[in-house]
């Protein structure tokens, strides 16, 4: 067992700690589980408390133009209050609920470019140090899958993936952020709209599918947006080819947006309605066919890059959590 880092407001000599995750992808609203595994220094230690908090690298948009930084999204304190001895070492097994709105990273076990990590904090005499970091993997609910795999079915194909810090106007969203999946238009729709972006609200009650399609103008015509809201039940049994189509033809044929992006920047950002995003610039590219969006990974390098991108992107931001 490899103890990833000492905690370093504690000094040498100081308790070790990390964070094991069950194997295999988590899924939203459902349990997230693992251990904390923790090893004593060279002087027995009170441990406070040992708290998870749920992270995402989230992009911004704001007068002055884009940027990234890390969102925490969730926190669980899921032990303490004993004293680990002198190189003991002690595993503190833990189950929280994931968030419903929890971003998707995958499909078919294919990576989607999102980075969401687990950061562990540990108290220990009155200093707090957050000395773990590890990538979390999230599959999608079956009904999310099943929206995802009719549109590859129907022709769409995957841009991009991002998680937009806003918020969707006239929805119950409960996280200070969302997702958006970006797709290539099916052939029959190429003509009438650049792409589709797609973004899941999920709740305990069902699936909220927000649609917003950025249109092609006419010659004498600007393009403009158009968004469109469905909402179907965790569970349900539907033509979905048939049903998503119908909602892309709905999308298609408004002209006027239902609702709006509300961006809440740290800077005063405006109302936006999606836009074009280069996502998280690992150039992830999934083909759309028969199977479905995730048929396979242009390159073959997403999954490596983005298990890089989770340490080298939260190196060093620890210490600016600690000031918020």
């Known amino acids: 067992m490899v103890f990833k880092r000492l905690l370093g407001s504690l000094g040498v000599g100081g308790p070790t700690v990390d964070t094991v995750l069950a194997p295999g992808a988590a899924r939203p609203g459902a349990a997230l589980t693992g251990e904390v595994r923790l090893k004593g220094g060279t002087a027995g230690f009170d441990i406070e408390h040992i708290a998870l908090e749920l992270v995402a690298r989230v992009e911004a948009e704001h007068e002055e133009g884009e940027s990234e930084g890390v969102v925490a999204f969730d926190r669980f304190v899921v032990g303490g209050g004993f004293r680990l001895g002198e190189g003991e070492e002690r595993a503190v097994p833990f189950s929280v609920t994931l968030p419903w709105e929890t971003p998707v990273t995958e499909l078919y076990g294919q990576g989607l470019g999102i980075v969401l990590g687990v950061r562990t904090e540990l108290s220990v005499a009155g200093a707090r140090d957050k000395g773990d970091l590890d990538g979390l993997a999230v599959a999608p609910l079956p009904a999310q899958e099943a929206v995802l795999e009719a549109l ?3 022709g769409f194909g995957f841009r991009s993936a991002d998680l937009e810090y806003g ?3 006239g929805t119950g969203q409960r996280l200070p952020f969302y997702q958006e999946i970006e797709l290539t238009p099916a052939p029959q729709y190429a003509h009438q709209v650049n792409e589709i972006e797609l973004t899941f609200l999920a709740h305990p009650g ?4 927000v649609l917003e399609a950025d249109k092609r103008g006419g010659l004498f015509s600007e393009s403009h947006d158009a968004l469109t809201r469905f909402t179907v039940g965790h569970h349900d049994v539907r033509d979905w080819n048939t049903e998503v189509d119908g909602w892309v033809r709905e999308l ?3 002209r006027a947006a239902h609702g709006s992006h509300a961006s809440y920047g740290h800077h005063g950002s405006e109302d936006h309605h999606g836009g074009h995003h280069s996502g998280p610039g690992i150039g992830t590219a999934v083909a759309a066919g028969a ?3 995730a048929v396979g990974v242009v390159g073959g390098l997403v999954a490596a890059e983005v298990v890089d991108e989770v340490g080298d992107f939260f ?3 620890d210490e600016e959590g600690e000031e918020e």
């Open 152 to 154: 590859g079915q129907l």
């Open 167 to 169: 918020r969707i106007g």
């Open 206 to 209: 069902g699936l909220d599918v």
């Open 252 to 254: 298609i044929g408004h």
């Open 291 to 293: 199977a479905g969006l």
């Open 315 to 317: 190196e060093g931001d």
